[in-house]
């Protein structure tokens, strides 16, 4: 496994060890000792979720501001336009975001720690997504940014206007949202 550092801090982008041949593939999604060495994270992980989503539906900005989760998130079919945004105001990277292209072809996995809020562009016709996150899902503690901001100004590879639940346009501005410490 490959661990690459991105722009934002603790955000890694990790590269599993493939092992091909002319029936297909094999792969460790996860090992909690790899896992570990690469993130210095020991949490568990409490609950796996799985999505699947057309063509240019975008999702997010999604957060929780109590039960923060970590999220180990991958494309098992197609390829998304994957971001994270950092809220933490203690860090050195806070408000800024990053992005990068997440597919069932490159395998890449992204790992955000808690105090991110986390969102994607579909780009394919269909993709499948997959997230082990470090704590429950709790709606009540749910938030949601804008995904067009325009104090993150995120650069979404978009080709036309993106489908959004009106849960994700009801989002609120970077400048009025709850962040963490």
């Not at 603790?10 to 790899?34: C, M, Q, T, Y």
């Not at 992005?99 to 809020?117: I, V």
């Not at 579909?122 to 804008?146: G, N, Q």
Request: hydrophobic share 45%.
């Amino acid at each position: 496994m490959i661990t690459l550092d991105t722009p934002l801090s603790g955000v890694k982008l990790i590269e599993p060890e493939v092992f091909g041949d002319s029936r297909g593939f094999f792969l460790e999604s996860f090992n909690a000792r790899h896992f570990f060495e690469a993130t210095g994270c020991e949490s568990a992980f409490v609950q796996d979720n799985h999505s699947r989503s057309a063509k240019g539906v975008l999702r997010g900005l999604h957060y929780q501001i109590r039960q923060p989760q970590g999220k180990l998130v991958r494309v098992a079919l197609g390829e998304v336009f994957d971001v994270a945004v950092d809220l933490r105001r203690s860090s050195p990277t806070f408000g800024k975001w990053t992005g990068m292209l997440l597919s069932a072809e490159n395998k890449r996995q992204l790992w955000l720690p808690a105090g991110f809020a986390h969102g994607f562009l579909v780009l394919s016709e269909w993709a499948e997504f997959l997230y082990k996150t470090t704590d429950y899902w709790a709606p009540e503690h749910e938030r949601c940014i804008r995904w067009d901001d325009p104090q993150l100004a995120i650069e979404w590879p978009l080709t036309g206007a993106p489908i959004v639940s009106a849960k994700d346009m009801a989002g609120v501005r970077f400048a009025d949202a709850d962040m963490f410490p």
